[in-house]
Nanobody, 113 residues
Framework: QVQLVESGGGLVQAGGSLRLSCVGS????????IAWYRQAPGKQRELVAA???????NYADSVKGRFTISRVTAKDLVYLRMNSLKPEDTAVYYC???????WGQGTQVTVSS
């Protein structure tokens, strides 16, 4: 059974930083691309960043230069480092086994102005 568990969300002031973590189990995590999505109230879920099994990354334009996705293959762990946070980054952030239906439960990120 594939499971993805996110952690690291919270309340932070604008300009602050957070690091989200996603731990996978039940599959060979290292053989999969992993993505972070987010969904703000009243909005569609959107792709934030993705990392391939080889370490190539891509980002939404809105987070380029501020967010960094990385992975620790040996620990089935993927991080999303978020710097210079803005109120518009407020959302529930989800980890996804990329291009599959496997999702984590989400972690809330709230950025106050």
């Amino acid at each position: 059974q594939v499971q993805l568990v996110e952690s690291g969300g919270g309340l932070v002031q604008a300009g602050g930083s957070l690091r989200l973590s996603c731990v996978g189990s039940g599959t060979d995590f290292s053989q999969n691309a992993i993505a972070w999505y987010r969904q703000a109230p009243g909005k569609q879920r959107e792709l934030v960043a993705a990392i391939s099994r080889g370490g190539s990354t891509n980002y939404a334009d809105s987070v380029k230069g501020r967010f960094t996705i990385s992975r620790v293959t040996a620990k089935d762990l993927v991080y999303l480092r978020m710097n210079s946070l803005k109120p518009e980054d407020t959302a529930v952030y989800y980890c996804n086994l990329y291009h599959t239906g496997y999702w984590g439960q989400g972690t809330q990120v709230t950025v106050s102005s």
